[in-house]
Each structure stands twice: as structure tokens, then as C-alpha cells.
């Protein structure tokens, strides 16, 4: 009896200590695994280390910028073979606390981060162009972590963003974040247009609950990671939702590629903080149609190479050559794909609006 | 340069009087201006923070005082102690990058402003250290008013002495500027936290206060910026309240001019002829009000204004600083946009 209790205590324990935002196993069936193979091959200097590789991106010339959570949160850049090239931001007021990195059009690079909720626009030779948010003054000193509800959501004021894309116009999109559950449109110039959602998490379409990622694809749609809702929703260019996909798990990012024939990647990251069994049933990243067909998935949770333990990032400007960043494994790595030669499947498509 | 004629002067004065604030400041004539690209040459790996203060030298030498970072803060013995998170840069009059003036300074963490004063000694205030620290032209610390607090609380407790008392002490909390007059007293402007203007001698030794928090004449919303001109008097900029009080150089009150919006950062020119740029800076949380800047006379007179808030250029992020030695050529300081603009009035 005595013992049944104390087994009991540790599942309530283990329960209590589960991450807030679940894990959830994908539901669709029947998807093709794609082949492909990974190399790890950033070479960093002498000393100098990758901490949590929280963001990934790369630019027109293939050079793969890193923003990662080292002792200080770092930004690295290397050209495509993995040689260091340069650093950016080297004690830069905008950087505590990483969460993502991306490039635009014209390789400017945007970092976004939830420690400062600070997002900075820096010019390909690191020169700050321009930012979004501002930081909370240090001068009021080391404040406690909020109770109760959010705050009602400002602008110009994130909190705990997440990410940055653009349409085709310029206009910035933000996906914001972990105490605001909104995504934000500003004008190329930084000016407020609209935004979805609100401080407030919910479940219906135009809500958010963690919105964790987002990308705007070539017709101005934003497509968003509502991870703690686990679906995907891809809102029209005036933040209005016109479709989710519910059947991937639970939505840690998203990324649409280039070139004529784009696809979009969808992460069903294994969790921080596993229960045994999770390995089995999440860590795929699924390659989509922008019409929500499916056509593959590849990859699987682990600590080795080239499996992925907690992908964060996923930078797919060439569809055939991935890179993708790591939290747990504080890793990059380039996957490389033969072209798809895989048959199509279709998915169950989320409910139309 | 723009020019008010006489008439249109008098009109403002007359709505001054009046306080027909609004409409002063939409009558106001637009100065046109420009903003000088990349006014300031960052070495590769140095970055600009918010900009709390930016002042100019005799020989055309600039100085930034920015928040780099956030202080961080250590687990001591029994208390943790804050270090660092501003430096101060200094460029030459082509904005060439110099060099870097107190590294690692004990009095820096949060910067709020650079002042040179007339033998181009360098003055830092410090927001969250509590201090204004003198430098001579050579970079050598030559004379230290307030004193830091040796620990922080964590998580913060509501500031010591943040309740805008107007403590009559020569110790700071959270002060934002500082001036002298042709003597060399010195007139802090102390600040956010204790609501008032302390004025000590040229040798530091402390010898008046007045202000506390409130609105009625001689007191502070916040004690946001400080000017002197020529005769004495002093000018504090009172942001929260929305005007500037003019105080003669015991601080008894004078006049106050109130249609300029959150007047928080203030220029003087030298003499002759001295005019004032004030800044009604947006806040920090919003670019879609305020922000311009106005040219007064002394007498509050509105000669001119122009910009707004944004983040292009010509456009300012919450300005709290303004360098107006070269009288046509500004230099302003912004906390939203982490940099300096140059600015040449037309």
C-alpha cells in the first residue's frame, strides 16, 4: 500500500514537471519517408562555441548566419562550406536571449529575440538598419516573473517574440510570441497596419495559442506555427485566417522555400523534456505543397547525428539542401536531398473559413 | 534657417499667454532640415545601445553615452551586485571613431547624459548608479558627485527614494542631466526618481535643492533635462508635466512655458542670441505621436519646429538628447532607433 502511494506521488510529480505546451504524434498516415543525408560541417574558431542553435537562416550566397544562446547570445555567419566568416552584434543591446534569425530579400539580416524583446534589422556587413520593440529599462532593476494574465498587448511592444518574415512588398510580419499570442503587421518603415489575435491564447481560427514560428509566402500569406494549439494556421495578407492543417503534430516552425517550385517544411519537434516512448512518435520534419499536399517526411528524434534532438529552425531557400538548427544538441546540420522522386499522398485538410 | 517674423511672434506669445497650446504648436513654422547618412563610423564589433547622451567639444569632438547592454548582475557574498551596461565612445568632427572614455567604470550601467561643459570637460550622468561623473579632456576622472548603491535588490524593489520626494541631499536617485551657470555652479537635474534640481558650487560642494513631485509651480513631473543661459537662469525641462519651468539661480520659480508636449531633452546654444531646442519625445511604446522638435527663444517664444516619430531618418525614436553647439548643426541622441542623427537645419 505504502509503496502504491509513493509510485503514485512520482507520476503526480512527473506530471507536474511535464512542459506546459504537450507533445503530440502526428495523425496523418501513410507518408513517404525521403532519403537524405546530413553533414555537420560549421568550423568555428579556435575557442569558440555553439550554444543552443536556436536560429538558422542563409543568405543569396549560401553563407549560413547562426544565432545561438552561447554564454552571451551570439550571432555567426560562415559562407556554405562552414568557414567562419564574421561575427555580427558582439555585445549588441539587442541580443539576451535568441530565438530566431532570417534573411530578406536583399540579405539584410533580422534577428529576433525574446530576451531583449528586441527584433533588429542589421545590413549584410552588420550595421543595424533598423528595430522593432524596445527592451524593458534595466534601470527599474531585475523584475519578477508576471503573475496572472498578460498584459494587454501594445504595437510597438512585443513580448517574448518569435519571429520575422515579409511579403513580397516588405511589409514585416511578427509572430508574437510567448506572453503576447499574436501575429503583427508593420510597413517596410516599421509602422503598426494590423494585427491577429491578441495578449489573450484561444483556440479559434485567428487566435493563437504560442504562436512559435512564421514565414510569408511569394503571395503574402503568413503561415504560422500555433504550436500550442498543434496546428498550422496561414492567414491572408491582411492577417485574416483562411485555412489550418491539424494533422503534424505539434507546429514548432515553418519555412517555405525559393525558387519556381516552392515547398513548405512543417516540424513536429520531439519535446524539451522527454517522456520514454516520445523519440518514437515526434522529431519528423514533414515537405509539403503550398497547397498542403504532403509529399514526404524524413528524420527522427535522437542525440546522434544525423537524427535531431529539438529542431528549432529550419532554413529551406534551397528545398534540396536544409539547414536546421538544434536546441538540445546545440548542432546545425545540412541535409541534403536527391531530387523528390516520391509519389504525392494527400493529407486531411483542416476545416476551409 | 527659418525665420518668424515679427507679427507671427507675436501672435504665438499671444496664444502662449493664452495657452492656446495646441494650436501654437500646429501653427509653428516647419523647418526644413536634413539628416546626414551615417553620421558615425562604429568599428567592425562595436555597436550603439539607446542613446542616453550625445555632446560635442570645442574642437567638434562628439561623445556618446550609450546603453550597450544590460548591467549584469553577480551573486556576491550576501548581496548581488550590478556592473556595467553603458560605455562612452568618442568620435572626431567627421565622426571617425576615437576611442572609448571610462571602460569598465564603477559609475556606469545605465547612461542618461553627456554634457561638455566650457573647458570641454566631459560629464556623464548615470540613471541607474546614481552618479554624474567629471572628466577631464584627457579621459581622467576629475570630480565624482552622488554615490552608487553598493548592491541590488533581485527580484527590484520599488526604487529608493522613487516616491519624488525632492530629498534636499546631495546623493541622486535616478538623475537625467546636468549644467553650469557662467560661474561653474553645477545643476543637477535629479531626475526620475527624486523630483527636483540640486545646484552645487564649482568645487562640488552642494548648496541648494528645490522641486519635488507635482505640478504646481517649482514642481516636477519629472525632472527630464536642464539648461542655463547666459544671465543665470535655469530651465528644466518637466516632461510629465509637459512644460519647461524657468527658475532664476537660487531656483525661485519664474515663468513656465508650456505648449512644447514631453519635454525631455534640451539644448542651449552659447551666446549670443541664445535659443533652446527642446524635444517633445514620443514614448517609448509608441511612433505614431509626437516626436518633433522645437525652436524657442528664451522668452518661449515657438521659432520653428520639425521631424516626427518613426524609424527612418529625419524621423526619431524617443529623442533624449540634443547637441546644438554648431546652432544649425544638431546632433540628437534617440533611445528607440540606438543611434545618433546629425541633422542640418535649413
Known sequence: MIRRIIVLSVTLAMAAAAPSFGQREATIKDVPEIPFSAVSNLKLPQGEYLGEAIGVATNSKGHIFVYHRSAQTRLFEFDRAGNFVKEIGSGYYGFEFAHSVRVDKDDNIWTVDEGTNMITKFSPDGKVLMVLGSRPPAVLGAQPFPAGPNQPAKKYIFCRPTDVGWDPEGNIFVSDGYCNNRVVKYDKDGRFLAQAGSEKPGKALGEFNLPHGLQVDDQGNAWVADRGNNRYQILDNDLKPFREITNLGTAWTVCISQGLHRYVFFSNSNPNGNMPGTWDTTGEIYKAELDGTVVGKFGQAGKLAPEFQVVHMIDCRNPNELVVGEIESWRVQKLIFQPPSVKPVTITKGKAQ | ?346
Open chain 2, 1 to 346: 534657417m527659418t525665420r518668424t517674423n515679427g507679427s507671427v511672434r507675436v501672435l504665438f506669445f499671444a496664444m502662449w499667454m493664452t495657452g492656446s497650446a495646441l494650436i501654437a504648436q500646429n501653427l509653428a513654422p516647419e523647418i526644413e532640415f536634413d539628416s546626414v547618412a551615417n553620421p558615425l563610423q562604429l568599428p567592425p564589433g562595436l555597436y550603439l545601445g539607446e542613446v542616453g547622451g550625445v555632446a560635442s567639444d570645442s574642437r567638434g569632438d562628439l561623445f556618446v553615452y550609450t546603453r550597450t547592454g544590460h548591467p549584469t548582475i553577480s551573486i556576491g557574498t550576501s548581496r548581488p551586485f550590478a556592473h556595467g551596461g553603458s560605455r562612452l565612445f568618442e568620435f572626431d568632427r567627421n565622426g571617425k571613431f576615437i576611442g572609448e572614455i571610462g571602460k569598465n567604470s564603477y559609475g556606469f550601467m545605465v547612461a542618461s547624459q553627456v554634457r561638455v561643459d566650457r573647458d570641454d570637460n566631459i560629464w556623464v550622468v548615470d540613471e541607474m548608479t546614481d552618479m554624474v561623473i567629471e572628466f577631464d579632456p584627457h579621459g581622467r576622472v576629475a570630480m565624482l558627485l552622488g554615490r552608487k548603491a553598493e548592491n541590488v535588490s533581485v527580484p527590484a524593489r520599488p526604487a529608493r527614494g522613487g516616491d519624488g520626494a525632492g530629498q534636499p541631499t546631495d546623493l541622486f536617485d535616478r538623475p537625467t542631466d546636468v549644467a553650469w551657470d557662467s560661474a561653474g555652479n553645477i545643476f543637477v537635474a535629479d531626475g526620475l526618481g527624486n523630483c527636483r534640481v540640486a545646484k552645487f558650487d564649482k568645487n562640488g560642494k552642494f548648496v541648494a535643492s528645490w522641486g519635488k513631485r507635482g505640478k504646481a509651480e517649482g514642481e516636477f513631473a519629472s525632472v527630464r533635462g536642464i539648461a542655463v543661459d547666459a544671465d543665470g537662469n535655469v530651465y528644466v525641462a518637466d516632461g510629465g508635466n509637459r512644460r519647461i519651468q524657468v527658475f532664476d539661480n537660487d531656483g525661485n520659480f519664474k515663468t513656465a512655458f508650456n505648449n512644447i508636449g514631453n519635454a525631455q531633452a534640451i539644448c542651449m546654444t552659447n551666446r549670443p542670441d541664445q535659443v533652446l531646442y527642446v524635444s517633445n519625445s514620443n514614448p517609448s511604446d509608441d511612433i505614431d505621436q509626437d516626436g518633433e522638435i522645437y525652436k524657442m527663444g528664451l522668452d518661449g517664444t515657438i521659432l520653428g519646429k520639425f521631424g516626427r516619430a518613426g524609424k527612418l531618418l529625419k524621423e526619431f525614436g524617443t529623442v533624449n538628447a540634443i547637441d546644438c553647439r554648431g546652432r544649425n548643426t544638431l546632433y540628437v541622441g534617440e533611445i528607440g532607433n540606438l543611434r545618433v542623427q546629425k541633422l542640418i537645419l535649413h
